[in-house]
């Protein structure tokens, strides 16, 4: 019997307002998932927050992975072994994982595995917007897509139920706008269903693909796409249905957030349309879409970002020698560029559709009589990465270098003023990068930057390659203490520091994995950690570490600012704000142009502390070049 102590675990019949996220999470409940690995990134974070909560309650086991490579060979081998098993990820996420995502639909799979890719259109917290569609056809897997928190709950419940069946895996492809939208889900039964776990290393054709093995296995997840296939053209997840009240015009082919836009831009104009919804949406009916499109004649194909379902329909129609019929979606159109990019909102649609159904677009755009300002994303209020991003300012000024970024918080540094971390391809590239720019410039000093959760994650192999290759660079790893960015989940490096919330008992108690120790066996020998607070010390650091003949790292130390807050709030030690004695101060603004902290603003001409924002951590201090500093701390300051 499930503990009624958390909602997500409720007993069927309910109805619960939760988030799209949280919904796939009461899907593994409902469909006996007892394997769930990640790596955590937005916009699946969510989802491992629920699982690490309820994991000692729901029985199944739950680990936040090295990397999403790692995760998905734990997941898919626990589904080898027999447990059904998840795994997810965020979209660029799925390139980390990759080399073995693609070998999945070849291995027999007892236990069932579903993949829960979060892609992000917009992009809404991504260095990309690819569209992981084509991995699910390179890989030969099938892929579902919920259009809302409901689909996402029951699309999960329905891939795992045939991943079980056939043995085999399934991927649903989330976006960012049903990850992170709020709905009312009606709650099924939890099952209980018969597991038997085991592994006959040579099952339906074995594990190890090889040029002598390839072709049978291939051949069973060809197979296998065919059922899913059948399946589809047999209804399953695919609902059509006539929108509107006048004569429909135009028919309209489209799934997941797309369709949820369509229905409420149709809506806004008054317009009427047959719609053919997807749920399947790799391998395509392609006998029910053939048969949509001879019955509507014209029809728009509506998908966010590449015309993936467009160009296999239109493959189709030429083999079906359909020439009778005229489809829209993004080739040949006029804005064919700009369909590729973005996410389909509303407001977009409506606009589209006035066009196509001859309709005046009643939303009315009002623009701004003034420049509205850009607001860039800026490292928190006290972030030890803002020190340490000053101090590399001022000795890669100084030293006319260049450093090289990577993913993470710190990725912030490259924004005014800090002008930090130039170069970026991915996680973990930071230092392989800044070992290409010094071949190229090999007397120019270079650095790069790395956190600590992407030390573990995916910047090893770069710093081995450049300890054996003796590349000449520096390195600052950026060690907060945690997976901040993404939700405050646990790493290799958190160990007894992690103040996740609620997290399983298995992290607080682990012990920490040493990155000084890590790097000392891999043969580095300057390695300096620092206070990331101490300005001076973070600059003299990195000088010396400039003056080796080899690579060499500065580890610079302090828990992430909301991380510390949260704890110091927790036991009432929160310090007390800063303030700026104007007596004193002679308004040079290094504090406020040089520095950068959201906490200090300008009033007027001069810079003021916002006392809600400043957490009292002093940093700006040492910024201010009069030697009598105006910026104090407020001794008489109560907190609310």
Request: aromatic fraction near 8%; include cysteine; charge should be neutral.
């Amino acid at each position: 019997m499930y503990s009624k102590r958390h909602p997500i675990l409720k007993d069927a019949p309910h109805k619960e307002l939760i988030l799209g996220n949280d919904a796939f999470v009461r899907g593994m409940v409902e469909s006996g998932v007892k394997v769930a690995t990640a790596y955590p990134g937005s916009p699946t974070s969510e989802i491992g927050v629920r699982l690490a909560e309820i994991t000692e309650e729901s029985g199944i086991y739950f680990e936040f992975s090295t990397n999403e490579k790692v995760a998905t060979e734990v997941a898919a081998s626990a589904a080898i072994g027999g447990l059904p098993s998840t795994v997810f990820m965020k979209s660029v996420g799925l390139n980390v994982a990759a080399d073995s995502f693609v070998q999945l639909s070849m291995y027999t799979m007892p236990g069932g595995l579903v993949v829960i890719l979060g892609d992000d259109p917009g992009p809404h917290s991504s260095q990309n917007e690819q569209d992981n569609r084509h991995y699910s056809k390179i890989g030969h897997i099938p892929m579902l897509e919920p259009a809302n928190a409901q689909e996402a709950k029951n699309y999960f419940v329905f891939a795992m139920n045939y991943a079980r069946k056939w043995k085999m895996p399934v991927v649903i492809r989330s976006t960012t706008r049903i990850c992170h939208q709020t709905g009312s889900v009606k709650y099924g039964p939890i099952k209980k269903i018969e597991i038997r776990t085991g592994y006959d290393p040579n099952l339906e054709g074995g594990y190890v693909p090889l040029p002598a093995t390839l072709k049978p296995l291939k051949t069973k997840a060809l197979l296998n796409l065919q059922k899913w296939e059948d399946l589809a053209n047999g209804g399953a997840l695919l609902t059509e249905e006539k929108f509107g009240d006048g004569k429909p015009k135009i028919g309209i082919i489209t799934a997941g957030h797309a369709f949820a836009a369509t229905k409420a831009a149709l809506r806004i104009l008054g317009g009427s349309a047959n719609i053919l919804k997807l749920g399947i949406i790799y391998p395509l009916p392609m006998e029910r879409i053939i048969k949509f499109i001879k019955e509507n004649k014209t029809v728009k194909i509506l998908e966010e970002l590449d015309p993936f379902i467009e160009e296999q329909v239109k493959m189709a129609l030429f083999e079906e020698g359909i020439t009778d019929v005229k489809i829209i979606g993004k080739h040949k159109e006029e804005e064919y560029i700009d369909l590729m990019i973005s996410e389909y909102t509303t407001a977009r649609l409506v606009e589209m559709f006035s066009k196509l159904l001859d309709k005046p677009n009643p939303i009315v755009t009002v623009s701004s009589k003034i420049d509205v300002p850009k607001r860039s994303p800026v490292l928190c209020p006290g972030c030890g990465h803002r020190t340490s991003f000053h101090a590399a300012k001022i000795v890669m000024d100084k030293l006319k270098g260049y450093s090289m970024a990577d993913i993470g918080c710190y990725s912030l540094g490259y924004l005014d003023p800090h002008n930090q971390g130039t170069l970026l391809y991915s996680m973990g590239s930071g230092v392989p990068t800044a070992a290409g720019i010094k071949l190229a410039l090999p007397d120019t000093p270079i650095m790069s930057f790395v956190g600590d959760s992407t030390f573990f994650h995916a910047a090893m192999p770069g710093i081995v390659n450049a300890v054996f290759n003796k590349h000449r660079t520096v390195l600052m790893v950026m060690d907060n203490g945690i997976t901040a960015m993404t939700g405050h989940q646990p790493n290799p490096n958190t160990g007894t520091k992690s103040r996740g919330a609620r997290l399983p008992s298995k992290y607080k108690d682990t012990k920490t994995i040493s990155i000084d120790d890590t790097l000392k066996a891999w043969g580095v020998k300057f390695i300096r950690r620092v206070p990331a607070y101490n300005v001076p010390a973070l600059v003299e650091a990195l000088e010396d570490a400039f003056k080796q003949d080899e690579f060499a790292v500065v580890i610079q130390e302090e828990p992430c600012a909301l991380m510390r807050s949260k704890a110091e709030r927790k036991t009432g030690n929160l310090a007390n704000p800063y303030f700026i004695d104007h007596d004193i101060c002679r308004n040079i603004q290094n504090c406020l142009a040089d520095f950068a902290c959201p906490a200090i603003e300008k009033k007027g001409e001069k810079p003021e502390i916002n006392t809600d924002l400043c957490i009292g951590c002093g940093c700006c201090v040492q910024t201010c070049p009069i030697k009598s500093k105006p910026i104090k701390q407020l001794e008489e300051f109560t907190r609310i």
